[in-house]
Each structure stands twice: as structure tokens, then as C-alpha cells.
């Protein structure tokens, strides 16, 4: 089989998030989740014929998969009918890569089923740019995302550090959102989860259970949000 350039981007976007993963999973989804468990990331791609796994295996160390076959221009993979290695191989050369028990793996078995609709809100490509620059910058690592002081119709980013009551911080309004609770809330991110692949826009859905849904283009993310997250209902 050849491996579909769409896979290969987000083969090389998981394996940042966690070098466990099981590959040829029923109906074409990919999916890997942290080794904290605090980020989970499921990507829906539908191969056709020659990019179809012929079933399902684990790899312990993807960047060391993906290094294997970047050592080609245009590899072909040739998969053991007994489930044990794949020959990655241009013809010439050759590089017999053994599989996994998926068991011993660190990989997700099952989807959160949260609506994650308690506050959304969109986040053009440049403006995570922006945050993730502001976070550097200011060595800290918390976005709070709470009400804007502008007024109801708004939220706010703000780049901080919530243990530090004086700690500089980086503000930015977000006014593509929809505030769908009346609770008093300030969400609260670790940035150093936000292994999104490149798109366009980011789609972030917060629910009150602490958990959040980014879709970026066809792959969506699960992040957990941080301790110090506050939710009170009127």
C-alpha cells in the first residue's frame, strides 16, 4: 500500500501528542491521547484504494515509523500476513518494522460523549498564533477564557499566570462566540496542550465538565481543562 499524504500530516501531528498508536482501526478513523490523558485527538479519514490498511496493528514509536519512511521519496509498504512487521521499501531498500502488542500501548479505546457546547467560540489561525507567541513571551502557560469586561455579547483569552495574583497577562477579545450558560465561569487551559494540527480556524467548544472539543479541519481534540477552572451556576 502507499501511505495518502493526509494520513502522513496527521500521522506527524499525533505522534507530538504520544508515540503510541494502533493504525487501521474500522471505518478509517485515526485516534492517540496523551500519556496524562489530559489531551485525546480522533481524525476521520476515509482511504481509497492504495491507501487502505489491510488491518489493524500497533506502532510503539511513531516518529521513529515516520523517520523510517521519510527515508524514501515514494515508499511502498508491504504488509506481513501474519500481523507481525510491515517492509517499508522503494524498491531497493528495505526496512522490516515490527509491530506492537496494542495492548501494551498507551491509545485511546472509547470517544468522550460530551455536547461541549456551554460556551463556543472560533479562533482564526492567527489569532492562536498570536496567543501561543503571548504565552512565550510571558513564560506562562494558563489561557483563561471568562467574560469579556467589554460587555455579556463577549469573551475574552487572557494569557496568565494564575498562581502569580500580579503576573502579567495578554488580553484578547473574541467576539465569534456563543455564550449558552448563565453561570459565572472562568475556563481555564494549559496551552502546552494546545498539539493542534494547522488549519485554518479552531473550533472550541467548553463544556461545565471540564472538558473542551477543538475541531480543526477533520480531526477533532479533546483537552481537559486545568484545576483551577471555576464554574458556578447562578
Known sequence: MKLDPQILEILHNFQT????????????????????????AK?????????????????????EFLACIGMFNDPTLSFD????????????TTFKYYFSEIDSLTVPTNDINLECNDIVFTLTHEQLTQLRKASATLKANQL?????????SFIECVILDKQNPTSNQFR?????????TTAEFDFVFDINNFKFKTANEYVFGIDKKQVALVKAGNTNYWVALDKTTIYKEK
Open 43 to 63: 481524525a476521520n479519514v476515509e482511504p481509497e484504494t492504495p491507501y487502505v490498511w489491510p488491518y489493524t496493528f500497533g506502532i510503539y514509536d511513531l516518529g
Open 144 to 152: 483563561s477564557v471568562r467574560m469579556s469586561y467589554t460587555g455579556n
Open 81 to 92: 500476513d501474519d500481523k507481525k512487521f510491515v517492509n517499508i521499501t522503494d524498491g531497493i
Open 172 to 180: 484578547m477579545n473574541i467576539s465569534n462566540c456563543s455564550i449558552n
Open 17 to 40: 501528542i504520544n508515540s503510541n498508536i494502533a493504525l487501521g482501526e474500522e471505518g478509517g478513523f485515526i485516534r492517540t491521547m496523551s500519556t496524562s490523558k489530559t489531551l485525546m
